[in-house]
């Protein structure tokens, strides 16, 4: 082929290649590559020249003389074209080979996403990225760390290659753990081609050749400027320079986890969250059952408190209630005697555990237990000792207490309390304590009101048999008044008919006697009314006692020989003289005597003993003198507590039938009341003796 011949190859291959730099395809590359090769074999063979020097070197070849300088510019151009060709063929294929490692790494990436993003589950998140970088990136083992308040870090996920060990579960120390939280929570990454060539700490390497690592690429795992772990690679085969697209990667990646386990973590708060609410649920059903069973118990004993005023009936519901909804072992009520310092189990219901019914417990036994109840306070406790009868238990104390404010009639006071015993280990909660709390006082309520009820029937039977002595009263004072003035009447008109002076002088003397009598009821009806308002007027004397009481006692020895009675008087000639008022005294000391031989039996006795008593300590008085007076006849026991009551009589021991207005005894009650002194009577054995104390007022 000719120079011009060349020429017009190459203008054509121009022509047919223009810009023959911006070829699009590869396929155009090589056509245009192998165009060049033919038009450089051809000029070589016109020339002379081998085409594979040519199209080897870089030197032009000789050209024949007479076209040499053509020659030469036509081969430089071919040269420079071939060159061109094969850089830009070069760079395509480097191009294309970067292409393809994106686009696999890309799929893997996209592949790594869709599962990150398909799973709440942070275990499996972790594990399917740890596998996807590894198969993506070839390496010997990938693993992520998760940092351990003040316990290092640990390997939670791994994909590793055999022969290399297994790290999953290793655990790094604080010192190293906290050396990398330092460095990596600033979201730096760090690339180390060669571990023995980078300045690691001691420490830290050391623990990378027990690794078996050589390279690594860590990354960190940062969610809103928090630290949840790193993503590491580890080469163990050998060195290996990381590029940037791995880099990249990887970056990537640990975003896409970290979005994921922050999702996990929002969705298992939220499984959470949900688990708690179906559990608040459940509770808040159960507590509200529980609060039904509470409210209906609650009305059944209101129901019984409101229709029964039956304290022992509604006590034993409230015991049998509590035991049989709470579940307990036992539970029982006990009344309190404050008076005698005694708590009696009276209501009991058991389940599982030995009776304590009718147990009286002193209460100075217990100090702490029964002064805290007795304020109004509850508690519970558990055995520290196990109890012989019931073993270990856990018990609550709550007062049955009657509030001054809201209890008209009654004082404030406990009256009792319950005990709940359960199983040992139980512990009684505030709702159940409140509940127990509300039982006690509709315990305390029926008590009330029992007690209430029964106050009033008292007070009904009271003023039952107040009226029915008011009756008899008034019978009897009108019959006693009826009686002298019936009797006057008469003396008066036997004494108008009668003309014998002897018979005169008897209806005379029975017209005196009447009157004294009809004087002497006014008077003591009078005097009753003046000590009951306390102006009866006393006038303090010394008596001389051996002197004085046979003065008193001479006038009713004719009435005791009458009927055929016996008298005994011991007054010591030693006494010490007595201040008091003497006519106050002997108005008593003649109204004891006077029912003495009033109510005694014909042939028995009457005795009088008088003695000298000290005072006690506590007493103003210097000293007391003490009137014991006898008499064989008893009185019942029933009548016994009434017989110094205004207008009571004991009409089956008044076997002479003397009547009378029954003021005797309730006057020298007040006579003796007015001296300072007490009255007390006792009757036992066929006797009856009433025993004055009379304070000496010097």
């Known amino acids: 082929m000719s120079n011009g011949n060349l020429h017009r190859d190459l203008l054509h291959a121009g022509a047919e290649h223009p810009g023959i730099g911006h070829l699009e395809g590869y396929a155009d590359l090589e056509v245009a590559l192998r165009q060049v090769d033919q038009l450089l074999a051809s000029f070589a063979s016109e020339n002379g020249v081998d085409s594979r020097t040519t199209a080897a070197n870089s030197v032009s070849p000789a050209l024949p003389p007479p076209s040499q300088q053509q020659g030469e510019d036509v081969r430089d151009a071919l040269l420079q074209i071939r060159a061109n060709l094969s850089r830009v063929l070069e760079s395509y294929d480097q191009r294309v080979e970067q292409i393809q490692q994106q686009s696999a790494q890309s799929h893997s990436v996209a592949n790594i996403t869709q599962r990150i993003r398909q799973s709440l589950d942070p275990g499996e998140i972790l594990n399917s990225t740890v596998l996807e970088v590894q198969q993506a990136l070839q390496a010997d083992r990938v693993v992520i760390h998760s940092f351990e308040e003040d316990a290092g870090s640990v390997v939670v996920a791994e994909a590793v290659v055999s022969p290399w060990r297994s790290l999953l579960g290793d655990r790094t120390s604080q010192a190293i753990a906290e050396q990398r939280i330092a460095y990596f929570r600033q979201g730096v990454h760090r690339a180390i081609d060669d571990v023995e060539q980078d300045d690691y700490s001691p420490d830290l390497l050391a623990l990378l050749k027990q690794q078996q690592v050589q390279a690594e690429l860590v990354i960190p795992i940062l969610r809103d400027q928090q630290l949840l772990g790193l993503l590491s690679v580890h080469q163990c085969s050998g060195v290996r320079h990381w590029q940037t697209h791995e880099v990249d990667l990887l970056r990537y990646l640990s975003e896409q986890v970290a979005i994921a386990l922050q999702q996990s973590r929002l969705y298992q708060q939220a499984q959470q969250l949900n688990a708690d609410l179906e559990q608040q649920i459940v509770r808040r059903a159960e507590q509200m059952e529980r609060v039904l069973k509470y409210e209906s118990m609650l009305k059944r004993i209101t129901d019984k408190v409101r229709d029964s005023l039956d304290e022992s009936q509604i006590l034993q519901a409230a015991v049998q209630e509590l035991t049989l909804v709470l579940g307990l072992a036992g539970c029982n009520s006990a009344l309190y005697d404050l008076e005698e310092g005694t708590s009696t189990i009276r209501y009991e219901y058991t389940h599982s555990i030995p009776t304590f019914y009718g147990r009286v417990a002193q209460m100075d036994d217990s100090p702490d237990i029964y002064h805290q109840l007795k304020q109004g306070l509850y508690f519970q406790f558990c055995s520290l000792y196990p109890n012989p009868q019931r073993g270990r238990v856990a018990m609550l104390a709550c007062p049955i207490f009657v509030d001054a404010n809201s209890s008209e009639g009654m004082e404030q006071a406990v009256l009792g309390d319950l005990w709940l015993i359960h199983r040992k280990e139980y512990v009684f909660n505030e709702f159940e304590i409140r509940m127990v709390q509300q039982v006690a006082n509709q315990c305390a309520i029926a008590i009330r009101q029992a007690r209430l009820y029964q106050a ?180 019942p026991n029933t009548e016994l507590p009434h017989i110094f009551e205004k207008f009571y009589r004991v009409l089956q021991i008044d076997r002479y039938k003397h009547g009378g207005t029954g003021l005797g005894l309730a006057l020298v009650q007040k006579l003796v009341e007015q001296l300072s002194g007490t009255i007390s009577a006792d009757s036992a054995d066929g006797w009856t003796s009433f025993t004055v104390k009379i304070p000496s007022r010097g």
């Open 456 to 635: 009033a029937q008292a007070q009904v039977s009271e003023l039952e048999r107040l009226n029915q002595l008011k009756d008899q009263f008034l019978s009897t004072v009108s019959h006693e008044l009826r009686t002298p003035i019936a009797n006057v009447k008469m003396a008066i008109h036997m004494l108008k008919t009668t003309p014998s002076e002897a018979k005169q002088k008897q209806y005379l003397g029975i017209l005196e006697s009447e009157l004294a009598r009809e004087e002497e009821l006014i008077n003591d009806l009078l005097d009753l009314q003046r000590l009951e308002e306390s102006v009866f007027p006393i006038t303090v004397e010394r008596i001389d006692l051996p002197n004085w009481l046979p003065a008193l006692v001479e006038p009713f020895r004719t009435r005791i020989s009458t009927y055929q009675q016996t008298l005994e008087v011991s007054c010591p000639d030693d006494l010490p003289p007595l201040l008091t008022d003497p006519t106050i005294l002997r108005r008593i000391l003649a109204e004891l005597m006077n029912n003495a031989c009033k109510y005694t039996p014909k042939g028995l006795g009457i005795a009088i003993e008088v003695l000298h008593a000290p005072p006690n300590d506590d007493e103003e008085f210097a000293s007391f003198t003490i009137f014991r007076l006898h008499n064989q006849a008893e009185i």
